[in-house]
Each structure stands twice: as C-alpha cells, then as structure tokens.
C-alpha cells in the first residue's frame, strides 16, 4: 500500500475519522453504551485499529448509527453531516495529486467544525491540505493542527492510540452532574491530545482537567464549542 493512501474503504466511515493512517475508537451511546465502549477501549490496543474501521465494522455497527445520533448533542442531521465530510474530505485529499506521499493527515469533523491532525512535509502542503478541506460543503472552520515534518513512527501511533483509550477512561471521574463521557471525542496525535464536543464550561474544564493526569499526554487541547445549561 502506498505512504498517504487511506485504509479504509467502507462507503461510511463509522470511526468518526478519515485517516490516511490508524484510527482511534470511538463510543457507541447506547443503552450499554459504557459496556460497549469499555470493551473496545479494552481490545483497541490488542487487535489494532485497523480491523474494528474496517468493513465487518459497518455491518456490525451500522444498526447503531440511528441510535448514537440521536444520543448525541449535535443532532441526527449534524451527526450525519459530519461522517460525510470525513469521507468527502479523506476521498478529497487522496485525490490531490500535490498531497500525495507528502504528508500523514487526519480528519475529524465534529458539528462541521474540522479537526486536521498528523504531518504534512511543508508548511505549503498543510496550508493546501487545509484549503482542500475549507471548501467542501458545509465544512464551517478548520482547525489546522497539521505540523511539518516526517510521519509519526508506527509505534508512535500506537502509543496514541493507547494515550485515546486512557483519556477516554479518564473522562468516566468526571463529576459534574450531568455529564456524560460518551459525548466528549478524543482525538490523539503524537502526543497531544484534541478535546471535541458540545460542553458547558463547567463540563469542557472538568473534563480537560480528568485528561491531563494521563500519563503520557504531552498537551491536551480544548477544541469545545459550548453550551451552557438551560436553568
């Protein structure tokens, strides 16, 4: 397989990234959904990432879609929209022929808000990955987190994947009434991990505060859009 080229190939990616490298796990809110996601924080770092993005996992998962979007705070139609842009904005940077082999990018979109994580050769690359992205429909911002240099090592990026899983864990002593883990995304790159979700501030500082005891993080990153609680 050549450098650059994503590994997915389901039509919907349910991983809640595009990436042209492992992806991390992601919640399934359900009626178990702490089961569920403690058994695939678990299994993660075993059985690689890889394998739970692919296909058998939109057979497996994709009854569960109805049900996570409409648990979560963004709404089915946002929830829907933004599995799209990861998809459209992966199949668009793949395209590119001056991306190609030219860098390791991530996607991850959350309430049409898009994450760019990973390393592009040039900082004229990651300006043109992210003016790739800013055009495509309904994408609203990009947060272009995309640092030069060579890709992350294989090891590194299992050691975020694990540094995902811990903080994921970590969120479950959060105490604020009200808050659910579930609802918060994580997203970890060589290090740094990215804070995503609809939050109060009480519940973004809470839940930033539970991530940075995680041994290993070298930063954590509120990328929170919030919401306070109706009184």
């Known amino acids: 397989m050549a450098p650059g080229s994503p590994r997915a190939t389901c039509v919907v990616p349910l991983t809640g990234a595009w990436r042209h490298g492992p992806n991390g796990t992601h919640p399934h809110p359900s009626r178990y959904r702490t089961a569920v996601l403690l058994l695939v924080i678990t299994l993660t770092p075993l059985l690689g990432a890889p394998l739970l993005s692919g296909c058998a ?3 497996v998962g994709g009854a569960a879609v109805g049900a ?3 648990y979560d705070r963004r709404g089915y139609t946002a929830f829907i929209d933004d599995q799209r842009i990861e998809f459209d904005a992966g199949r668009a940077l793949a395209a590119e022929p001056a991306l190609k082999d ?3 990018i991530s996607v991850t979109s959350y309430n049409y808000k898009v994450l760019l994580t990973g390393q ?3 900082d ?4 043109h990955a992210a003016g790739v992205v800013s055009r495509l429909p309904k994408v609203q911002t990009v947060v272009n987190q995309l640092t030069v240099g060579p890709d992350i090592s294989l090891r590194r990026e ?3 994947v694990l540094l995902t899983s811990r903080a994921k864990l970590a969120l479950f002593n959060v105490k604020v009434p009200g808050f659910d883990p579930t609802r918060v995304k994580v997203v970890s790159e060589d290090g740094v991990v990215y804070l995503l979700g609809l939050v109060s501030s009480e519940e973004g500082d809470a839940a ?3 991530v940075s005891f995680v041994p290993g993080i070298a930063r954590v990153v509120k990328l929170f859009e919030y ?3 109706e009184v």
């Open 102 to 104: 030219r860098g390791r």
């Open 120 to 122: 592009a050769q040039t």
């Open 158 to 160: 299992s050691e975020d």
């Open 68 to 70: 996570m979007a409409a």
């Open 57 to 59: 996992a939109v057979v």
């Open 124 to 127: 004229a690359v990651a300006a």
């Open 208 to 210: 930033a505060e539970q």
């Open 227 to 229: 919401r306070e609680p």
